[in-house]
C-alpha cells in the first residue's frame, strides 16, 4: 500500500502562482511514476503533469511551459509548480502513484484561480 499526503492548494488570482506537494509513504518501493491529475466540476480527470521513476517528465498541452513537475529525491517529494495560473486551470487536483499495476491516490487539493 502507498499513502498520498498532497498539500499546497489555495485560492491565488490569474497569472499567480501555485506549489503542490504530495509525500509518499508505506510501500514507495517499486514506484513506477508520479503524477498530478485534475478534475474540475462536471468533467473529467484528467492527467497534468507526470514524472517517472528514471525522472522523465510529461505534461498536458494545457499546461505546457506553465506547471513544472519534480521530485526531491531525498524524501521522495513530489512537486507541481504552477505558474501563469487561469482560471480554468481551477480544479480539485489529486495526486497519483503507480506501482506495479496498481494506482493510488491522495486525498484531493481544490485549486481555485479568479478572474
Known amino acids: 500500500q502507498v499513502q498520498l499526503v498532497e498539500s499546497g492548494g489555495g485560492l491565488v488570482q490569474a497569472g499567480g502562482s501555485l506549489k503542490l506537494s504530495c509525500a509518499p509513504s508505506?510501500?514507495?518501493?517499486?514506484?513506477?511514476?508520479m503524477g498530478w491529475y485534475r478534475q474540475a466540476p462536471g468533467k473529467q480527470r484528467e492527467l497534468v503533469a507526470r514524472?517517472?521513476?528514471?525522472?522523465?517528465?510529461s505534461y498536458a498541452d494545457s499546461v505546457m511551459g506553465r506547471f513544472t513537475i519534480f521530485r526531491d529525491n531525498a524524501n521522495n517529494t513530489v512537486y507541481l509548480q504552477m505558474n501563469s495560473l487561469k482560471p480554468e486551470d481551477t480544479a480539485v487536483y489529486y495526486c497519483?502513484?503507480?506501482?506495479?499495476?496498481?494506482?493510488?491516490w491522495g486525498q484531493g487539493t481544490q485549486v481555485t484561480v479568479s478572474s
Open positions: 497519483n502513484a503507480v506501482r506495479f499495476v496498481y494506482n493510488y
Open positions: 514524472i517517472t521513476s528514471g525522472g522523465s517528465t
Open positions: 508505506g510501500s514507495i518501493v517499486s514506484i513506477n511514476a
